[in-house]
């Protein structure tokens, strides 16, 4: 499947894409032998850009000059929540601007994903304000000529499993012409097994509709991890990458290296680094070695 859309790959290849650290990001990459990951995962703050964001770019920089970015801009503020209405009265113009400024100056292909998980209920946007902050960003991008970024409209279809529909979710669709791709961020393993989940699959369909390629803009083992080794790999990586397969719109994975307990605030989700399981690794290098795959190796020209 293939709609010439931005720095979309070739019909049946998959951009390999990793986070969300620096330090699990390269021990992710010293342990995936030849299949170095073609993209870094980094987050900002809308109010936050200013202070970190040259930061950010720059550790990714010292990595591998080459690697493409996926920037998950956050649009609420630490102490203000929701921003989204300020944005769009160019109340954040200079914060984005300077996200411009070091995305051209970066000059590889980067994804952003605006206002990511945009549906989750603790992030309390409002459709019609979230359209609109979306807008504004994009026009300001294209009025700075800054051409080598694709928008990504990321939700996570997980917060409407119990509403078993996506309406809630495309509500807050700023429309084709503002959208360059889809994205789904994937952890709990019943939303993807055996295409089962109805939103989920729903929410593909509809990336499909809109003729835009699908990206798993975040996914962890959650609950599941990495320990048990053939056991974890069983119940969450192989439904993951079966998942993958069976859906020839996903071109680009990005997978979060974290322990969760260690990493985040979070230890019931457990332990996903691929480094820590040697029977876990070995199974996903061989995974990653199938030629649907892009790697660093593999972008040039993307």
């Known amino acids: 499947m293939y709609f010439g859309q931005k720095f979309e790959p070739s019909s049946g290849k998959v951009i390999h894409g990793v986070g969300q650290s620096p330090e699990q990001f390269k021990k992710y990459w010293d342990v995936v032998e030849d299949y170095k990951p073609a993209m870094y995962m980094i987050y900002n703050r809308i109010n936050e850009v200013k202070e970190k964001f040259s930061k950010k770019i720059n550790e990714a920089k010292k990595i591998s000059p080459e690697l493409i970015l996926q920037i998950g801009l956050n649009l609420k503020a630490k102490e203000l929540g929701d921003q989204c209405k300020q944005v769009s009265e160019g109340k954040y113009d200079g914060e984005i601007l300077e996200l411009i400024k070091n995305i051209k100056e970066y000059n590889n292909p980067v994804f952003l994903r605006i206002g990511y998980e945009f549906n989750n209920p603790t992030h309390d946007y409002y459709p019609n304000d979230f359209i609109s902050a979306w807008k504004h960003i994009v026009d300001l991008f294209r009025k700075e000529r800054c051409d080598n970024v694709a928008f990504v409209w990321c939700a996570c279809t997980a917060f409407d499993s119990r509403l078993k529909s996506i309406k809630r979710i495309m509500e807050y669709y700023p429309g084709d ?21 109805v939103v989920t699959e729903a929410f593909t369909k509809e990336a499909e509709n809109h003729r835009k390629p699908l990206m798993i803009g975040e996914s962890s083992p959650a609950k599941i991890g ?10 969450w990586f192989k439904p993951y990458f079966n998942w993958i397969k069976d859906h020839s719109i996903v071109k680009a994975f990005c997978y979060i290296n974290w322990d969760w307990g260690k990493d985040w605030k979070q230890p019931e989700w ?5 480094e820590e399981n040697e029977e876990v690794r070995k199974r996903y290098v061989m995974e990653l070695s199938n030629k649907k795959y892009l790697h660093l190796k593999d972008i040039k020209g993307l």
């Not at 889809?182 to 709990?188: E, I, K, R, V």
């Open 270 to 274: 457990l332990n996903g680094r691929i």
């Open 226 to 235: 990495v320990d048990k080794g053939k056991e974890s790999w069983e119940a």
């Open 177 to 197: 012409e503002y959208v360059d791709w889809f994205g789904n961020d994937l952890f709990g393993v019943k939303h993807f097994k055996d295409n089962q989940d």
